[in-house]
């Protein structure tokens, strides 16, 4: 585990054993993490769209649906999140709400419905689409007393016995901003009737900024008051790549079955950090303010996330609309994080201490994390120009359940539920989609994970309540 890391880096490369930003481990399943939405079709679905297809964002599931598409069509989304979470930490709960806006979405599809496709192929499409994936916007603010203070000791102290170990208060606030998003490149066809198969290349892009702050008060035999503050700064960038390939068979015209995998995503990651320790003056005693630690870091590293295997049916009821379940199998045996590439250039002993670290990181993930079974479910109802949506979903943690709370790293993320409505209204070549999504999810959040020696020292608990409203305006060519 990472937690082992953090202390052979310590000496290599700069990392402080007292973090309580995410740990590699940490950032491979956060990474690995996919939020089904999209254009506003796709979003009130819940993103269930696997054997019906026919919408921008679908292909992220099937690129084949992109083949049961009549007309060419350009898409935009936009759209706004409220987080809303309520954090627990021994006892005392806290509340915190934020709304951000964005572009959710743009793209365009374009049909070459040509009879003279020689050997069947009635139908081409190809697709090129951007869409965000995860919106890592996060606020925590976590309050309470442990009983347990991590800082025990002034470095200025003139008595170096003497220790602080009554602790009074604790606090730690977690900002986090950014996100991941993916460019489609798609290409599928129409094979005679009833078979449609697609492929997409996805080239993909994130941006991670994490700051937290811990204080904490704690007092001596004679009431002397140890004010320590921790602040950690962690940023990622990272690009990589990954592909898709899907099919969407009509048995019978009222039913569809689909088929698709989804590749790992193959991330290179770029990472800044910095720690600085301050530790507040003790009048009373003559005791002078600490800076007992300030660190830089920098490293790069590779990612490489589950992938992904989705089985689809659908049942369409005429042109009155259908009803769509998807099933997605998610490998989280696949998830590894890598050494640097130019580690070459370090001498052999750092090398070979890098790489360890690493392969704990990979052990980790065999220890503590399982493959997923995830099931979505929509269905859309048609009423002349009008079309009514509702989806249900539940993507399971991929995290096993027979595990105590020391076998995982800072990070724990439970059972995720998510609903979803929406409306869609045509005006002759155009149309706009409205869209709502509910995510509930329950995580832990350890911010004392390093620190062994307080072993009984809780983790904190983040109830999560997000919600989406998302509008997408469609033109058909």
Known sequence: MRKHFYIILLSIIGFHAHAQTYNYTDLGILFSSNNNTGTARFTGLNGAMGAVGGDLSSLNINPAGIAIYHHSEISLTYGSINHSNETNYYESTQSNQSTTFNRNQVGAVIVFDDPLIANNWSKVSFAINHQRTA?????????????????ISHPNDPDPENTYENAISQSFYNYIDGKSSKLNLALAGQYGKNF???????????????????????????????????????????????????????????????????????????????TRELIASIPAENIEAADPYTNNSNLDYLLRTPSKLSLSGALVIGKIGFINLDYTYKAYNTLSTDPPQHLSNLDPINNQEIINGFKENNQYFSDV????????????????????????GHEQSPFRKSLNARDFDILSIGDQLTSSLGAGFRFGASRLDLAYRKVLQNNKYDFNDLNQQYERINAGSVNNKNSRIIATYTCSF
């Open 196 to 274: 449609y198969a697609g492929f997409s290349l996805n080239i993909h892009h994130l941006d991670f900024s994490q700051s937290t702050t811990l204080n904490e008060l704690s007092t001596d035999e004679d009431d002397n008051i140890l004010d320590a503050l921790t602040t950690e700064n962690l940023n990622e960038t990272a690009d990589g790549f990954s592909i898709n390939v899907g099919f969407i068979y009509k048995p019978i015209r009222a039913v569809r079955l689909g088929l698709s995998f989804e590749s790992p995503i193959w991330y290179e990651l770029s990472e800044e950090a910095n």
């Open 369 to 392: 994390l399982q493959n997923t079974h995830n099931i979505n479910i929509g269905g859309e109802f048609r009423v002349k120009n009008t079309s009514l949506r509702f989806g249900v």
């Open 135 to 151: 919106n890592f916007h996060t606020r925590n603010s976590f309050f309470g007393n442990s009983r347990f203070p991590s800082f």
